[in-house]
């Protein structure tokens, strides 16, 4: 037998609408985390990019177990000494909730050049409207 190895013009991408809506975050960065880097393909080559194109919509409707909505932390640093700022759950979900899949998937993801790239593959909306009907969307269903 022979090893096949994906190219990346070989690659055929898909484009796929998943519903945030009573989600639990989890659940749902690790099933887009998949999506985005291809493993759910035969062709699933590691160092190509061989995943589908990702729309999330209802983001601020996404729900997370136990306390977490107040006890789990966001950190940035402004790059400045004492430029440590930190967020609840909650609060980022206020102020914006596209961050909180954003964070969560990019922590599936791989860190490196290829998993920036595949990031790029994610829209995320906070409402139901998505500006990508053009592409024609299939609807992926998450298990709550």
Known sequence: MKTYSAKPKEVGRKWYVIDANGCVLGRLASLVAVRLSGKHK??????????DHIIVINAAKVALTGAKWD???YYRHSGYVGGLKSMTAKQLLHKRPEDLVT???RGMLPKNRLG?????????YAGPDHPHVAQRPQPLRPQV
């Open 71 to 73: 006890q789990k932390m």
């Open 42 to 51: 035969p062709i699933y080559t590691p160092h190509i990019d061989t995943g």
């Open 103 to 105: 964070c969560a998937v």
């Open 116 to 124: 920036r790239k595949m990031l790029t593959k994610l829209k995320i």
